[in-house]
């Protein structure tokens, strides 16, 4: 078996580099999106997309400090989707500013969606026997700047709350707010290719997120080898492929170096393009950096404009 420290690197000499996978506070990251541009700007990133969870809310701040440090900003966002029973995120890029188009309902009515569902978290959470969770406590972890309230929050509310029970984050995710947790609210979603027909209607392009993270989180160590990612991958991106998807996030954090190059291979196979992106979050994923992941991630600038130019047109 490969060793597990063997993290990605560049792709050749880089001239530039790019991150195509941030959050703000405007949904589960900790920083508002005027620091994430001043973040591009000190890690010398030429793009960043913001890709908040099912909203562009943060966007016109976002491109407002980005143009004032020189950092192009795209509008996007990660759609979330349900593929054959799975969870599946999909990130959408260089979505319009028409606020009446079809994607822009889709996510409105996606994000809308997160309201319902905090309200019935808290009632599962009660009657758990955790009655010391309100809104208003979840608040307090959220802080001021933070627009839109999720499971992040309400976990960093569960440690403060109930330190004696939980030591740290993934604990709570485990007992709890997890997908096999005890109080666990299933989320509205939309179809891969729903979500990619609705882009293509808005100009934009989707990319499947952290493949590795959605098809191989059931595997073990061991069994993580670059031919059983190849068997599992594969098969799906084809499908979705056919249903309009137009990337595979290839260089991400969470991958290592062969790991990445063979996604970017089985993008290339397909005819679509390889992106890549830290999914910075801020404090609530301490060891990554925009643009950078856990240190050796450098995303080139050719794919941004690979990308642009797999936009439909017309």
Do not use: W
Not at 63 to 69: G, K, M, T, V, Y
């Amino acid at each position: 078996m490969r060793s597990r420290e063997v993290r990605h690197k560049a792709l050749g000499t880089l001239s530039a580099v790019i991150d195509l996978h941030c959050h703000s506070s405007c949904s589960d990251g900790t920083d508002p999106p005027e620091r994430l541009a001043r973040l591009a700007a000190e890690a010398e990133l030429t793009a960043v997309a913001l890709t908040d969870h099912d909203t562009v809310a943060g966007f016109d701040a976002f491109d407002s400090a980005c143009q004032q440090r020189g950092v192009r900003a795209i509008r996007a966002a990660e759609i979330s989707c349900l593929d054959e029973g799975r969870s599946m995120h999909v990130l959408c890029y260089f979505i319009s500013d028409d606020e009446g188009s079809a994607l822009r309902r889709l996510l409105a009515t996606l994000s809308g969606d997160r309201d319902r569902r905090n309200v019935v978290l808290l009632e599962r959470l009660a009657s758990l026997g955790y009655d010391r969770v309100t809104i208003e406590e979840v608040r307090k972890s959220a802080g001021e700047e933070t627009a839109s309230i999720g499971r992040p929050h309400f976990a960093n509310a569960l440690l403060r709350l109930y330190p004696t029970e939980f030591t740290n984050l993934q604990g709570v995710f485990d007992a709890l707010l997890g997908s096999s947790g005890a109080a666990y609210v299933e989320k509205a979603h939309v179809t891969v290719a729903e979500a990619s027909a609705a882009a293509r209607a808005d100009g934009a392009v989707t990319a499947m997120a952290h493949p590795l993270i959605t098809l191989m989180a059931d595997a073990r160590a061991d069994d993580r080898t670059l031919d059983t990612i190849e068997r599992r991958v594969e098969p799906v991106l084809e499908r979705l492929v056919n249903d309009g998807l137009g990337g595979l996030e290839s260089f991400y954090s969470r991958h290592d170096a062969l790991e990445a190059q063979l996604l970017a291979s089985l993008a290339r196979r397909h005819g679509i393009v390889p992106t890549g992106g830290s999914d910075f979050h801020g404090t609530t994923k301490p060891d990554l950096a925009l643009g950078r992941g856990t240190g050796s991630l450098a995303v080139p600038d050719e794919l941004l404009v690979e990308l642009e130019a797999a936009r439909p047109r017309g």
